[in-house]
């Protein structure tokens, strides 16, 4: 199975600065790698697909980037309403693991 | 507009069985591939399992395989989930999720708790 990690587990930043995620496969898993942020009592929303690619409506402070097996996600300006859980999941192999996810407070 | 309605949530005893149900609306439902994902009260996003648009492929976590079964009717719009022989340690609440890349819409989620 592809185990996957993220760094830091948790962050504390300030709005208008700038964050940065990562995230490690085990094994490699080319560019099949999402990215989801999460706030409290709510579903989890798809931020980025295959490893860079920005979902329609999400804005573009938000980037990702890497292949194989280390991932970044990166706001570039971090807002009031960033502040959450942020998770990767993997979608290479059949068991589409999540990452333990990253925390990002004020 | 795409929407993913949940039911079927709940408490039940240890050994019991729980069906979730997801109602799909405002795409093409039979074209999708779907998705269960979970998250037990204070933790992360567990991935349950998978099922691809016209049912040839289920894949399940390690974790339920065994005691979980994924289905879905097209012609209902609809995405299940049988959870037999529960355990504790299934309490969460669970998500159904459209997959395109990533798990693009997401229903609103349905609590189930494990008690005796």
């Known amino acids: 199975d592809i185990q996957m990690t993220q760094s830091p587990s948790s962050l504390s930043a300030s709005v208008g600065g700038r964050v940065t995620i990562t995230c490690r496969a085990s094994?490699?898993?080319?560019?099949?790698l999402n990215w989801y942020q999460q706030k409290p009592g709510k579903a989890p929303k798809l931020l980025i697909y295959?490893?860079?690619t920005l979902q329609s409506g999400v804005p573009s402070r938000f980037s990702g980037s890497g292949s194989g097996t280390d991932f970044t996600l990166t706001i570039s300006s971090l807002q009031p309403e960033d502040f959450a859980t942020y998770y990767c999941q993997q979608s290479y192999s059949t068991l589409f693991t999540f990452g333990p996810g990253t925390k990002v407070d004020l | 507009e795409v929407q993913l309605v949940q039911s079927g949530g709940g408490l039940i005893q240890p050994g019991g069985s729980l069906r979730l149900s997801c109602a799909a609306s405002g795409f093409t439902f039979s074209i999708y591939d779907m998705n269960w994902v979970r998250q037990a009260p204070g933790k992360g996003l567990e991935w349950v399992s998978y099922?691809?648009?016209?049912?040839?492929?289920?894949y399940y976590a390690d974790s339920v395989k065994g005691r979980f079964t994924i289905s879905r009717d097209n012609a209902k719009k609809s995405l299940y989930l049988q959870m037999d022989n529960l355990r504790a340690e299934d309490t969460a609440v669970y998500y159904c999720?459209?997959?395109?890349?990533?798990?693009?819409?997401w229903g609103q989620g349905t609590l189930v708790t494990v008690s005796s």
């Open positions: 094994q490699s898993i080319t560019t099949y």
């Open positions: 999720a459209r997959s395109l890349g990533g798990s693009d819409y």
């Open positions: 295959a490893a860079s």
């Open positions: 099922i691809s648009s016209s049912s040839t492929m289920m």
